[in-house]
């Protein structure tokens, strides 16, 4: 009886005492997850379309580029 009262105490302890641990843990990965998503982050920009025509064997054609970098 004694040793199971003692085995539950030392595991509640060892639980209490490990949870902050686990907590600064996962502040730590959101802060890590927040500082790669600021420096990974696309930028939109426009897209530059070119439109070239031509004629071909008598035949109109119409072509279009997209020269965005």
């Known amino acids: 009886m004694k ?19 686990m907590a600064n843990a996962q502040e730590m990965n959101n802060k ?14 426009s ?3 070119i439109t070239k025509y031509r004629t071909r064997n008598g035949k109109s054609q119409y072509r279009r580029w997209n020269e965005s970098t």
């Open 3 to 21: 040793s199971k009262k003692l085995l539950t105490v030392l595991l509640l302890s060892i639980m209490l005492l490990a949870s902050p641990a």
């Open 32 to 45: 890590i997850a927040n500082q790669i998503s600021y420096e990974t982050s696309a930028v939109p920009i």
């Open 47 to 49: 897209d530059k379309i």
